[in-house]
């Protein structure tokens, strides 16, 4: 990534994380936040919930609710006229912070990505509800930009059975107007595909599967995305960028036999983007 010029960093683009944080082990808003400073934009953290773990492979982390601090502080920065170029939507723990993100973007005029935390593999997530789908859903409708796992993006939108990019483009361009980005299309034995829909085109990028799951993957990818469109770059620049940077950090921390249930080591994502 190419570093801010000076009169980039005069009109350096802020934005506010809406996401989990954990104490221990990488993944949500200690991935996001230093992935999207590092990528050049002035990031804010909000948690929606405190857990002492993130919640794959540890039995049940301590998780303390953050739903009366973040509806107060959303109220504030409404009050005092703080507004961020961009919003970056991720977990939402409790039902009532649906409505409480809602109610905030209905005077907000920025850009807005969702990446819908549900599940992953062919599962929800343990916290998941069918009262957290219903709340993604309705999120859509004022999302910029989104970046499921297909997993996800089969939750969403009601798809059954094997799902392609070519046969889900029309489908979200006639009911969404947002940026679809969506990771992991089985291509061939060995690889692997990245989408992006955007403005009635299919982007596309290839890679070699790799055998692993790390915790934070996807908000690397995500925060990449939305660090890269808030700064204007294009949607294939960004889907290239964002496929390769991912993929790349999980190739080492694979090598090195990191244990998943730390997350993601996002070191070697931080030295690709600051080289």
Known sequence: MQPLGKNELKLK?????????SVYSKSSLEVSYPIVEAMGVEASALP??????????FDSPIASDTSEFLAKTLKMF????????????????SLDEFDIVLDYLKSYSGLVLL?????????FY?????????????????????TPNLFEAKMLFGIEGDMRGESISDMLQNLFSFECYIK????????????????????????????????????IFASIVFSMRLRGKSVLNTLKYASNISTETMRRALSLGRDSRLGIDILPALEMILR
């Open 184 to 219: 992991g299309f089985e291509r061939k034995a060995e690889r692997l595909e990245n989408i992006a829909l955007a403005e009635g085109n299919i982007y596309s990028y290839e890679y070699d599967r790799l055998m692993g799951h790390y915790p934070g993957m996807g908000d």
């Open 78 to 93: 409404s009050d005092k006229k703080i507004v961020f170029d961009g919003i970056y939507i991720g977990y939402l723990h």
């Open 126 to 146: 343990s916290t998941i509800t069918e009262g957290h789908l219903s709340g993604m859903k309705r999120l859509l409708n004022r999302a910029d930009i989104i």
């Open 13 to 21: 683009k802020s934005a506010l994380l809406i996401n989990d944080l």
């Open 48 to 57: 929606t919930v405190v857990l002492s773990t993130q919640t794959d492979g």
């Open 115 to 123: 990446d819908p935390v549900l599940g992953d593999n062919g599962a």
